[in-house]
Each structure stands twice: as structure tokens, then as C-alpha cells.
């Protein structure tokens, strides 16, 4: 059989997804196979790969990407492009590579939206009697994804030592409810709850007569999600989402001085540059602080510690001729 003439849509629905679901995690070949259905197949699905060329690529990526954005031109672009070399390498196919040489879109700068520390400080005693007080507590108290928020369980919080193990996530799939890994190996990591959330969850576990399972209790992460935005919205609190909610930890802590290394390691983070990207931002305050270290280190403060000895001449007259 001649695999070079299977069409995009037979490849990717009938060899590259199956395929995929024997090794990947069921929510991520569930993303893949999303972004195929609407962007890769409505485009490429009768055509095969040498049918396809590069400058074709290209403007298909400019044009999705005016439509859905870059980030999300950019995802239906990757997985054409795994799609043929998967096939390439699979059945060892010698055709050129449309997807060589496309160009990315550019992103606007991805900036989340995050709380100051007197607002979160508001949302999480705003939340006192609600039903996901606990998960909120653990996500603002630890800055976890919230698949590893939704994953804590009663019994595997230490009530002494505060430590929270950190090893899962809990997602909906096209399967149903499943349990994974973490995110990446560096992801597994060990969380210590400070001392007030630690005391409000030992609270809220004794009031409701020392559960175990899941501090979600039954609900799934979209229904646990669901009723802490209403919460919020009903108590008119700041509104948060639990992404974001971990950005806001991850911009407090770099922002209380915290090394950039261990915010990196205590979020779970795989490469320290996305810590980086996302919460050193560089303010005012340590702008300035920088500016006057270098000018101690130059010669002074001031411009006459920097000139002492040269007689200055202005560069412009000292009077400007008055208007006819």
C-alpha cells in the first residue's frame, strides 16, 4: 500500500489519534483531536501530504491566526505538522515536508491577570462557608494547577507539619474522571501549607465530621469551578479564576523577594524561564534600586559627582529669542 496517498483526515482519525491514545494521557490527544476536527481537517482533510506545500502551510497559519490568534493558529499548525511527520517517520515515507520553514505569528505578550495581595486577602475571607472553601484555600495557599488542587485529598494532609503531597491532577476526559500524573516529573513535588490555612482546613475537616476522599467531596473540577465563580460573583468578591489564582501566588511570592529558583521549584515548574516570563517582572521600586547601585559603582549619585573638574557649557543658548 502506497501510505503516501492516505489523505490527512485517514491518517490523523484512523492511525495518528489511535495511536496516541496508547501512549498520551486521554485530556491531551482529547486537545489534539479538537484542534484537528476544527482547524486542520475543514482545510487539509482530502488532501495527501505531498498535495500539500509549504507556502500553502503558511497562509493558512496567517489566516487562522487573524481569526482564532496566534496561540491558536500556532497549536493547529503543530499538529498538522505532527500528523506528517508521524506519518513520515511511520511508514518511512521519502516526500518533502510541508510544514519545514512556517513561519510562527506573532503573540501578543501573554500578561495574567492576578490579585494584589489586599484582594486576595479579600477572596479567600469571602469565601468562609462556601462548599469549595478548602480547594480555594489550597490553591491560594499553595499556587498548584487546579487539576492538583482538585486531586488533595483529607488524609494526605499532615494537620501537624502542614505538608500537602503534591503528586497528581484529577481531569474530566472524553473517558470520564481521571486521575494522572503530574504535569511534567519536576511537577511532583512537596507543598507546605502556612500556618492560617493549615489551622481554617483542620477547622472545616472537623466541622464536617473528618472526611477522607477528595476535598472536592463527589463534585467533578467543572462543577467544583462552576459554584466557586458563583460564589464569587454572588458575594461580590474579586474576581479570579483558579489559573489565575495560582499566577497571583506565583507574582506575590517573587514579588516578597523570594528567590526566582524556588518559586520555580515550589510551582511545579520544569523550566525556570517560564517563571521568568510570567512573574519577575521588574518594577519601579527595583528598577530604580538597580539604577542608583550602578551609578554608586561608576563614580556618584548626583551629576556633579560624575562631571567634579570639567567646566560644563550648555549646548543651547541661555535665552531663546522672543517670538516677532
Not at 63 to 75: D, P, Q, R
Not at 178 to 198: H, N, S
Amino acid at each position: 500500500m502506497d501510505h503516501s496517498l492516505l489523505s490527512i483526515s485517514d491518517i490523523a482519525l484512523n492511525h495518528y489519534l489511535p495511536a496516541k491514545r496508547q501512549r498520551r494521557r486521554t485530556n491531551t490527544v482529547d486537545g489534539y483531536e479538537s484542534s484537528i476536527r476544527l482547524h486542520v481537517l475543514p482545510r487539509w482533510e482530502g488532501l495527501s501530504i505531498p498535495e500539500i506545500g509549504p507556502d500553502d502551510v503558511q497562509a493558512w497559519v496567517d489566516e487562522l491566526a487573524g481569526k482564532i490568534g496566534a496561540g491558536g493558529a500556532w497549536k493547529a499548525y503543530k499538529c498538522l505538522r505532527q500528523i506528517v511527520r508521524w506519518t513520515m517517520d511511520k511508514w518511512g515515507l521519502f516526500v518533502a515536508d510541508p510544514t519545514r520553514g512556517i513561519e510562527q505569528p506573532r503573540k501578543p505578550a501573554y500578561k495574567p491577570e492576578t490579585l494584589t495581595h489586599r484582594r486576595l486577602k479579600r477572596l479567600i475571607r469571602g469565601f468562609v462557608g462556601c462548599e469549595c472553601e478548602p480547594t480555594l484555600i489550597i490553591e491560594a495557599a499553595l499556587g498548584t494547577r487546579p487539576g492538583e488542587a482538585y486531586f488533595v485529598r483529607w488524609e494526605r494532609i499532615n494537620w501537624r507539619t502542614g505538608h500537602v503531597p503534591i503528586d497528581g491532577t484529577l481531569q474530566q476526559t472524553s473517558k470520564g474522571l481521571e486521575e494522572f500524573p503530574t504535569k511534567t516529573a519536576k511537577g511532583e513535588r512537596d507543598g507546605y501549607l502556612p500556618p492560617w490555612a493549615l489551622d481554617r482546613l483542620h477547622q472545616i475537616w472537623v466541622e464536617r465530621g473528618r472526611p477522607r476522599g477528595r476535598i472536592i467531596g463527589d463534585l467533578t473540577p467543572a462543577q467544583a469551578n462552576y459554584r466557586i465563580q458563583k460564589w464569587i460573583k454572588e458575594n461580590k468578591l474579586p474576581r479570579i479564576t483558579m489559573k489565575n489564582l495560582r499566577h497571583t501566588w506565583g507574582t506575590i511570592a517573587a514579588q516578597a523577594g523570594i528567590k526566582i529558583e524556588d518559586v520555580a521549584a515550589m510551582m511545579g515548574h520544569s523550566n525556570i524561564q517560564t517563571t521568568y516570563r510570567y512573574y519577575y517582572a521588574l518594577d519601579a521600586a527595583r528598577s530604580k534600586r538597580a539604577q542608583k547601585r550602578v551609578a554608586r559603582r561608576i563614580l556618584g549619585k548626583t551629576s556633579d559627582d560624575m562631571y567634579k573638574g570639567i567646566l560644563l557649557k550648555p549646548a543651547w543658548p541661555q535665552a531663546l529669542p522672543q517670538a516677532a
